[in-house]
């Protein structure tokens, strides 16, 4: 079975800085990755996919992600943090024959500073 | 595109009734749907898989009869808390499943059963 790992619980950054949010992925094959944000008492918007094609994809909001088969990992990135990027992120894997199933990570909450 | 409401948005009801929460795709038809629960501070529980014109296939340890689940139409699953305790009182997401697996999610029900 497929399992996602957000090593990091809680990152902090200042305004206008870069950010990137890690996301580890176990899975025998190429999956399907996706990267979901949270504001508080909301639900869940996608901010990207990949499935395949180009690794580097780019999502709305200013993010992209980086595929890395050799590393199994699907990194989120932005170059310059907004005060509303202040979130819970969600990184996620598909599979094909799981019936539409995503398996989520713990999520990364990340707090911006002015 | 893609959008998915959730009815009611939160909901207070007393110990033993029942709750009725709504999910509806707005602008595509949803095959496949899912309900999620979520805790504070924590990632989401997948608790059913809802299939047009099928029984909903329930994650293990979820109790089938009392969240009932109905998706009597390609736009339209219903989750019912039956004899809702306070336990049961939570944040509930649903999505709705697209051609790769991402999901688009509703706003979430928050319930509170006092």
């Known amino acids: 079975a497929q399992s996602v790992t957000q090593p990091d619980i809680h990152i902090t950054v200042s305004e206008g800085a870069s950010l990137e949010l890690r996301c580890n992925y176990s899975?025998?094959?190429?999956?399907?990755l996706f990267w979901y944000v949270q504001s508080p008492g909301q639900g869940l918007q996608l901010l990207l996919k990949?499935?395949?094609?180009?690794?580097l994809v780019q999502g709305i909001k200013g993010f992209e992600a980086e595929f890395k088969r050799s590393q199994s990992s699907f990194n989120l990135r932005k170059p310059s943090v907004h005060w509303s990027d202040a979130a819970e992120y969600f990184c996620?894997?598909?599979?094909?024959?799981?019936?539409?199933?995503?398996?989520f990570g713990d999520g990364t909450t990340l707090t911006v500073k002015p | 595109g893609a959008v998915v409401s959730q009815h009611p948005s939160w909901v207070i009801c007393k110990s033993g009734t029942s709750v009725k929460i709504e999910c509806r795709s707005l602008?595509?038809?949803?095959?496949?749907m899912f309900w999620y629960r979520q805790f504070p501070k924590q990632s989401l529980m997948l608790m059913a898989t809802?299939?047009?014109?099928?029984?909903?296939?329930?994650e293990q340890g979820v109790e089938k009869d009392k969240f009932l689940i109905n998706h009597a139409s390609l736009t339209l699953s219903t989750l019912t808390v039956t004899s809702a305790h306070p336990e049961d009182s939570s944040f509930y997401i649903c999505?709705?499943?697209?051609?790769?697996?991402?999901?688009?999610f509703g706003p979430g029900t928050r319930l509170t059963v006092l």
């Open positions: 999505s709705a499943s697209g051609p790769y697996n991402e999901q688009f």
């Open positions: 899975y025998g094959a190429t999956p399907y």
């Open positions: 990949y499935f395949s094609g180009d690794t």
């Open positions: 996620a894997v598909g599979v094909p024959s799981n019936a539409g199933k995503s398996t």
């Open positions: 602008d595509f038809q949803a095959t496949t």
């Open positions: 809802s299939n047009e014109g099928s029984k909903a296939t329930y």
